[in-house]
């Protein structure tokens, strides 16, 4: 093979590809190294909150929901290995409309975690007397602590221009350290901590005091779905793996196992240590998250009251404060080092992320040419600088990590959606593609993806959905504002879009979950379990509605396989490399 020719390397829109060289080690890492963030330092405690011990529950469940999203991601990102590939796979499928929607919402929540892991790196470093300046006792930023985040967004940004080669490395040492810490934390927590509380499950007011609601709300509320994001990082970085079709399945399905494992045990071993004297009367802090329960009454200035709720709800840095309230004070420090260094290893991946996945939206032409553009080393560089900007501006309206944690994991899983539809759009237009990893009863996983995606969305509460809504807007004026062909559109393929943001809107505003107080709910009434099982089955009967219209209505085969032969092949081809 003649290696100097056009067509063993060809030449994306910019010019230039980017470098395929990370492995199956590289690439599960940089999922494990999204999974393992802040949520760790704050999941279990937040859990207890909403939940009770009854929290060990919404993990599971939380876990196999998003598991189920990653199964169907494992096949798309072996089938088509693109950089960015979450945001591209709609728009293969269902054309220009659904394609930008889409890419937005990969890009939105690609840029927002970065900000929210400095935050959480900041809120574990007022421990130290040299960082109490940094946030005010509300725990949001302060002038100081401002410019400390926009420091640390640099730092992220910095390591990205190094190249995706030295991203990898740094980010395989860190995902090592992080998920070393933990499993360590668990070990040494559950033997040295002078005996484990089994008492604990029936403590406060019970192991269920708030119900299935409870139990439903903790899995967005308090961080648990937050914690297990990242898994699709593999697809984000799969044009610059070295063999993606074997590695992409490996990396996405089992970052999801080892980061269930490692989150159910890190919340079983958190409420087993607490001593007793540290837990209240309640488990609930009596946020705004309308869980029964709880009295406003109750609260000192919107915050855990310790004679109600007890010690454990006043902690800053939950597990470094029971570590150091069962007499391990070695491990509190060794755990307030990691607090920095985890969140920040995330930010990292994500700050890469939002690059790749502008730098994919561009090859589609849903963003500017500019953001195609590459560094010498490869790295989309106006796309690391862009997100460097918009994680900074993020600071502004949501200065906390609690004010971030709620918004990311609604729009998140809005971008998780648009995967069981492409999904299912290949499976019936290209039965015959190559499929190097191809999911047993997709047939079945693929509609379940997407409905437990509307779960979540509407267990998130109107709060935060309706600020999700405002940022779609928002998308819609920015990417649509330019001239887009009618054929590029494809109007009809995406009809069922705007009438799905819609229904969902509608059904958690009506729903038990809008969060709504003092307000009767359409679906089931106002108390007890009717109203939970109601708003599961609508949402459900609805969200199996809009996945079957829109197989219908997706692009027909032959459109898909011309931007296909147009995009992705080109994309591929450097897979073979030059030859040896």
Known sequence: MDTSSASAEPQGKSGVELA????LIGLLWASMGSIIGSGWLFGAQKGLFNAGPAVLISWIIGGICILILALVHAELG??????G????????AFGGIAGAGFGWFSWLQAVTVAPIEVSAAILYATHYHFAKSWLKPDETLTHTGLLVAVILMALLAAVNYLGVKALAATNTVLTWWKVGVPMATILIVALFAGGMHGSNFHAADGFNPYGVKGIL???PLSGIVFAYLGFEQADQLAGESKNPKRDIPIAVIGSIVLGLIIYILLQLVFLLALPSSSIGAKWCDGNPNNVPGCLPAELANGAANPAVHGIYSTFSGPWAQVAALVSLGWLATILYIDAVISPLGTGLIYTAAGARVSYGLARNDYFHSVFG???GSKVPWVGVLVSFIA??????PFPSWQS??????????LMYAGAPLAFGAFRSRLPDQERPYRLPLGGFFSPAAFVVSTWIIMWSGWETNWKLGILVLIGCLLIFNREMRPDVLNLQAAAWLPVYLIGVGAITFFSTFSGRTGQSHVLGGTTGLAPVIWAQVVSAVFSLIIYYWAIRVA???STIQHMIDEVVVPEEAELAGPAH
């Not at 072996?78 to 950089?83: G, H, N």
């Not at 979450?86 to 728009?91: G, K, L």
């Not at 971030?404 to 899983?413: H, Q």
């Open 20 to 23: 395929r060289e990370i492995g």
């Open 78 to 83: 072996a089938m088509f290995p693109l950089s």
């Open 85 to 92: 590939g979450s945001a591209r796979f709609p728009h293969y």
């Open 217 to 219: 709300l903790a899995i």
């Open 373 to 375: 553009k590459l560094t």
């Open 391 to 396: 994680g900074c501006v993020c600071f502004l």
């Open 404 to 413: 971030l944690v709620g918004l990311i994991t609604s729009a998140s899983v």
């Open 555 to 557: 692009l027909p085969t």
